[in-house]
């Protein structure tokens, strides 16, 4: 390096979510065929992400990574991470109007562990109010990362 250059910005952490969603178990069905086309919405720290669908089963296996950023690592225990299930419109036989609710799952914060002691845990699914008909569980590995930024 020239004396005349500055040192390069030294590399700025940040904390990643991963959301490993992997399969479910045992959804009502909700299409009028007896089976759902199911897909999950991730909802953190202002940020959605969704899985693609998975064509009528009521047993989907899904394997899909949804990534966010953290923007304040120092807050993520206070964080809410919310999960829902909701059967896709556009797989049913034309006659659905809107995506139903399968169910949901909340976490906080502090239930986030490190990659390396992450495992797979099965939440059963819960209802949105008094009226929902849930029934079933979701198959989620949740951890955080650091990446070092260039």
Request: net charge positive; proline share 7%.
């Amino acid at each position: 390096m020239a004396p005349d250059q500055p040192p390069p910005p030294p590399s700025k952490p940040i904390r990643k979510l991963v959301i490993e969603v992997a399969d479910a178990r045992d959804l009502l069905p909700k299409d009028g065929l007896g089976s759902s086309s199911a897909y999950v919405v991730a909802d953190f720290d202002g940020q959605k992400k969704r899985t693609s669908a998975i064509s009528r089963s009521l047993n989907p296996v899904c394997n899909e990574t949804l990534e966010f950023v953290v923007s304040d690592p120092s807050t993520m225990q206070y964080a809410e991470l919310e999960i829902e299930s909701f059967k896709d419109k556009h797989m049913s036989n034309g006659s659905a109007r809107k995506n139903h609710f399968l169910g949901r799952v909340k976490l906080y914060g502090t239930q986030f562990a490190k990659r390396e002691n992450a495992g797979l845990i099965y939440f059963q699914l819960e209802k949105k109010s008094v009226f929902s008909w849930i029934r079933g569980e979701i198959g989620l590995r949740i951890y955080y990362i650091m990446i070092l930024l260039k």
